[in-house]
């Protein structure tokens, strides 16, 4: 007497159950692990199958492989406030992230995988990177002496679960290109009181994301979605093999 499953091909039980089989042995084959560089410690890679996370606290700078990466290198030297406050300019130099991004760069390059910055971040200039446009979709481009294809593109992670449009440039290693995003650009989410008490110009200067999350708006504004979490370690997943 058999049981019902073992008369049903492994592909046909895969599809309903929602995991990739081994044909005749009938078990879920594993994901392809992938290193998640410069993340929280709870974060949300953190207890994710197939995912090899990296805090700061491992020092993400000094991984070398072998899986492909998901990179999360800080932002805060590279964006429009690298020298610090406003009230304070100049307490910080341009880039002085403590080699962070040339070891997210040279991980990606290495081992293929993905970076998530923001939109604009002056990281692409010191490292003569093409600069995405919104709209466009993967942009190729060819990286160093060495000439390694990479791509480029310009993502609103707001799409995919973040409170605000939050824009992003994504730098990609993969064995041919990485899927179709959302491209288009999000609607403006300030709040009517917003406008009305301050201005447009002023509420989006200041953010909706720093308005409605007080004391935790800086973790709120880094958070990484898991829908956008989800998207960029399939892209990871789309690296060639080492």
Known sequence: ???????IEAGTVGEAVGHRLDRGVM????PRMVAALYVEPKGCYVGVPGVDPWDEARDARKY???HPVVAHPPCQRWGRFWHGSTRKPHQYELGDDGGCFEAALNAVM??????????????????????????????RAIYGDDCVPYW??????????????KPTWLLAVTDGKPQELNWTKGEQRLPAWMVERYGYEK???????????????????????????????SIARQAKEA
Not at 27 to 30: A, G, K, M, S, Y
Not at 152 to 165: A, F, I, L, P, T
Not at 205 to 232: H, Q, S, W, Y
């Open 27 to 30: 078990r879920p084959v594993e």
């Open 152 to 165: 480029v593109c310009y993502v609103e992670q707001g799409h995919y679960g973040h409170d605000s449009r």
């Open 1 to 7: 007497m058999t049981n019902g499953c073992t008369e």
């Open 203 to 233: 509420a989006r200067r200041i953010g909706v994301v720093a308005m409605v999350g007080g004391k935790n708006k800086t973790a709120i504004r880094n958070a990484t979605p898991e829908p956008f979490r989800d998207l960029l370690l």
């Open 64 to 66: 070398s492989g072998p």
């Open 110 to 139: 290495r081992w293929g995988g993905v970076i998530e910055h923001p939109a604009h971040s002056k990281a692409w200039d010191r490292f003569r990177l093409h600069k995405p446009k919104p709209g466009a979709g993967w942009e």
